[in-house]
């Protein structure tokens, strides 16, 4: 009866190693830690929003922001409009349409 010699598989190579690796982990996607501090404000302010207003805290914002401008308090409006944004994308970009327009 003859033996043969068969070499190991390299461990990098085997394929219960790929497996069992661990991958490293991405941040997350929410994750603000290179945010400037402007950027910061608008987020607190918009989750403090978020928990008075629930769901229709977009929606309050858009409100605001409209009342500001209506009254000339333009750097409130603004400020509503980034909340707005943070909240709803969409909602925010018909409020800026809606300022460009230059309807009030």
């Not at 402007?38 to 409209?66: C, M, N, P």
């Not at 969409?90 to 309807?103: F, P, Q, V």
């Amino acid at each position: 009866m003859s033996v043969f010699f068969a070499a190991a598989r390299s461990v990098a190579a085997s394929p219960v190693a790929r497996v069992l690796a661990r991958r490293a982990v991405p941040s997350a996607a929410n994750d603000t830690h290179d945010a400037d501090a402007g950027q910061q404000e608008v987020l607190h302010a918009a989750l403090r929003h978020f928990a008075v207003h629930g769901l229709g805290a977009a929606q309050a914002a858009y409100a605001h922001a409209e009342r500001a401008r209506q009254i000339g308090d333009h750097p409130a409006g603004d400020r509503w409009a980034a909340i707005c944004r943070t909240l709803d994308k969409r909602l925010g970009a018909e409020l800026a349409n809606h300022y460009s327009t230059g309807r009030t």
